[in-house]
């Protein structure tokens, strides 16, 4: 299994045009073969940072996702209403410690 955890800034400004464009990302997302979650999360101490946190059954179904057609319409217009571009981190879940 792939998490991903991706963290943003929004535009105060912006804040309501990314949401929508976010819910539909995560409406989308959820409907891929290999997606086992995918939510967007708000900090509580800043109304304005965002975290989507997504779980992929492997690398080839997170490698689909980044080149579904949704994904590549939708990010390149959440990335204009961001103060800076998101923060990407990968991970992959520990099965034998």
């Given at each position: 299994m792939?998490?991903?955890?991706?963290k943003?800034?929004?535009l105060p400004e912006k804040r309501e045009e990314f949401l929508?464009?976010?819910r539909e990302m995560e409406q989308k997302s959820r409907q891929e073969s290999g997606c086992?979650?995918?939510?967007?999360?708000?900090?509580?101490d800043n109304p304005?940072?965002?975290?989507?946190?997504?779980?992929w059954k492997d690398a080839g179904?997170?490698?689909?996702?980044?080149?579904?057609a949704h994904f590549l319409s939708l990010v390149p217009?959440?990335?204009q209403l961001k103060k800076e571009?998101?923060?990407?981190e990968l991970y992959h879940e520990i099965t034998e410690l």
């Open positions: 792939i998490i991903v955890v991706a943003s800034n929004v929508k464009l976010a086992i979650s995918y939510t967007l999360y708000e900090s509580m304005n940072q965002f975290c989507y946190i997504e779980l179904a997170l490698k689909a996702h980044n080149n579904s217009k959440m990335n571009p998101s923060h990407v």
